[in-house]
């Protein structure tokens, strides 16, 4: 299993939608993850931390599954700055904090 | 403004050009790090230093040269690039290294391209 995996879409949805993607992960000592977004041409921003469970922040839910070793993040009610590509990241085995990124999963949201 | 500034914003060079770039941090942070991202890529981790001591070097060519000042400020030292070399360079820096529960915060990058 490599180390982050994500769906690299694109997923394109209507102004509304809920959407949902997932990452997978390969080291099971991580104790916190993080979602992070990037706009076309500018630097990744942090949107969520995940320590527990799981995290919600107004429309953006972000689901941990230790078992199963898989992150979710759940969009609702779409809207079209939401339009980004979404950065799955986990630290890197070792306890330093060495940030592992996925390759991004791509929304588009069109009205 | 994200409290990390990286000039220049954009640097075209020659394959036989020096050049730097720089990184500057107002935060407060203890660690400072270099990433690469280029076209359809993730971001490729190059350098780590913690408290302004090296602490990773990921495998990056010796044309790549960093250097760390002090905990505010972070260098990329280049020389002798390929076009391969042109990509996105990011820094980031977090609020500290010996564990993995930061976030970074990513300065706007450079985007370099060799010609």
């Known amino acids: 299993r490599k180390e982050v995996e994500q769906d690299p879409g694109p997923f394109n949805v209507p102004e509304g939608a809920t959407v949902a993607f997932n990452c997978t992960y390969s080291?099971?000592?991580?104790?916190?993850f993080f979602w992070y977004r990037q706009d076309c041409r500018k630097e990744p921003k942090l949107l969520m931390s995940?320590?527990?469970s799981g995290n919600e922040d107004g429309r953006f839910t972000a689901q941990l599954n230790r078992a199963s070793q898989y992150i979710s993040l759940l969009i609702r009610d779409s809207k079209l700055s939401d339009s980004a590509t979404y950065l799955c990241?986990?630290?890197?085995?070792?306890?330093?904090?060495?940030?592992?990124f996925g390759a991004g999963t791509r929304l588009a949201v069109h009205p | 403004e994200t409290g990390v500034t990286q000039t220049p914003r954009h640097l075209v060079m020659g394959m036989t050009n020096k050049k730097s770039l720089k990184c500057e941090q107002h935060?407060?942070?203890?660690?400072m790090y270099w990433y690469k991202q280029s076209a359809k890529k993730p971001l490729e981790l190059m350098f780590v230093?913690?408290?302004?001591?090296?602490?990773e070097n990921n495998s990056v060519p010796s044309r790549f040269s960093p250097e760390c000042p002090n905990s505010s400020h972070l260098f990329l030292h280049l020389h002798t690039l390929q076009p391969e070399d042109s990509a996105l360079y990011l820094c980031?820096?977090?609020?500290?290294?010996?564990?993995?529960?930061?976030?970074?915060?990513f300065g706007s990058g450079t985007r370099l391209t060799v010609v």
């Open positions: 980031a820096s977090s609020q500290g290294y010996d564990r993995g529960s930061y976030g970074y915060t």
């Open positions: 080291n099971s000592a991580s104790q916190s």
């Open positions: 995940v320590y527990s």
């Open positions: 990241v986990v630290p890197f085995s070792g306890g330093y904090n060495k940030l592992i």
């Open positions: 935060l407060g942070h203890n660690a």
């Open positions: 230093y913690s408290l302004e001591e090296r602490v």
